[in-house]
């Protein structure tokens, strides 16, 4: 017995989403132990969770999802009563460059978790495998129209033909298994603690070292952006509120076109820096990304209405709140962009 109501293992607790989901969990239910299984890849960092990192009810485990045995082994050694996964490769420009990866973490990884709950949990019920995922998986839209939980998978880049898949093997363990399972598929996240290969922690990294912003194409590819502390409330939601074998959409009701996006990013940016020239004169259109979906947007009605949940956050107090944060920790940059950091701007361009 651990003495505690519940035990949770979170994977990727060390990333991005992970390590808001962590805190979140951590503080609010002192009465579960939450286990991080994190590789500490380039994307994860113990520095993101320092806050809660000698809570008593808090313990991280160091570790390869796809390793199997080591999975095993986990579930052997803690009775969870729910996983939820968000260890994962997850960004598309490494997934261009190298997809093998990709396939390995996540699909593999995510396999091997599953065998892992099925075996150890035979049966019993009320446990849970609570799968997190993007709406890349349903691929493009156009101009018009929004994602729903009906839409057919058709994932574009080797990143989202991996989360799809790795959906699909939740499903399948649901169904020839009867694997209690939940997934949701969420927009674009930004916020503190992104490693800056992503758009909006990218820009404002470049920004603070007067380096150039690289806007793939024309950028005029549209995506839909949610504060990450609202997706970790989400993922809070489902898992305590959400129905076994459901899919739940997540999203900000925030479509951007990535160079309004940009621009105003400069403007907070050359506010806050007092720059004499704007930014903006950094903007740079590059080659664009191989694959480059148009437009994703979610209709996240169905968790409004069935769950309550809706985003908190306006978009341009979220960026305010995102460019304060970086702006006081630059040391953290410093930091995950000191070892081996790369950006796919720097690997195809000289810089
Ligand atoms: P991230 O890259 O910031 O973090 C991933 C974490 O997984 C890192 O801590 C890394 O060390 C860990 N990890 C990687 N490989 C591992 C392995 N083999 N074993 C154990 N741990 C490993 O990712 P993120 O942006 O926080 O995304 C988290 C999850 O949410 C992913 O599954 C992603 O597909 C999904 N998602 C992300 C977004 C987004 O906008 N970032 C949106 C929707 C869904
Ligand atoms: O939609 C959810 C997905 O959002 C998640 O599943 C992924 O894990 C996450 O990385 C994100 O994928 P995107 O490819 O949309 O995010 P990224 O930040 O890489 O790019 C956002 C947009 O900005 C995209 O249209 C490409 C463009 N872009 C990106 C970079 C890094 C640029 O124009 N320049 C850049 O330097």
Not at 107 to 114: E, K, Y
Not at 205 to 227: A, H, M, S, T
Request: net charge negative; hydrophobic share 35%.
């Amino acid at each position: 017995m651990s003495g505690f109501e519940r035990q949770i293992l979170i994977t990727g607790g060390a990333g991005f989403i992970g390590s808001h989901v962590v805190k979140l969990f951590v503080n609010q239910y002192p009465t579960y132990k939450i286990i991080n299984l994190d590789l500490l890849t380039y994307a994860g960092n113990l520095e993101n969770l320092k806050s809660i990192e000698n809570a008593s009810n808090y313990e991280f485990v160091k570790g390869d999802i796809v390793d199997g045995d080591f999975i095993q082994s986990l579930f052997q050694k803690f009775d969870f009563d729910g996983v939820i996964h968000l260890a994962a490769e997850s960004h598309v420009d490494r997934s261009i460059t190298d997809p093998l990866a990709f396939l390995q973490t996540n699909i593999l990884g995510t396999v091997n978790l599953l065998n892992a709950a099925k075996e150890s949990w035979k049966s019993e019920s009320g446990k849970l495998f609570y799968h997190i995922s993007t709406d890349e998986v349903y691929g493009s839209l156009q101009k018009t129209g929004f994602f729903t939980e009906q839409t057919a998978y058709d994932p574009q880049s080797p990143y989202s033909a991996s989360k799809a898949s790795s959906d699909h093997f939740v499903r399948a363990y649901g169904n020839t298994y009867g694997l209690n399972y939940i997934i949701s598929n969420c927009s674009n996240n930004y916020g503190p603690y992104q490693f800056p290969e992503k758009l909006i922690p990218l820009m404002i990294n470049n920004v603070i070292g007067g380096k150039r912003l690289p806007v793939y194409g024309k950028g005029e590819n549209i995506r839909d952006w949610l504060y990450v502390e609202d997706h970790a409330r989400a993922i809070d939601t489902i898992y305590h509120r959400g129905h076994s074998g459901e899919t739940y959409n997540i999203g900000g009701f925030n479509e951007w076109k990535n160079i309004d996006l940009v621009h105003m990013l400069c403007e907070i940016m050359d506010k806050k820096l007092q720059l004499k020239d704007t930014s903006k004169n950094l903007i740079e259109f590059v080659k664009d990304r191989a694959g480059h979906d148009l437009r994703y947007a979610i209709d996240a009605t169905k968790l409004e209405k069935e769950l309550g949940w809706r985003p908190s956050l306006q978009f341009e107090e979220g960026l305010e709140k995102t460019v304060d944060w970086y702006l006081e920790n630059t040391q953290w940059l410093d930091h995950v962009t000191s070892g081996v950091y790369q950006t796919y701007y720097q690997e195809h361009y000289a810089v």
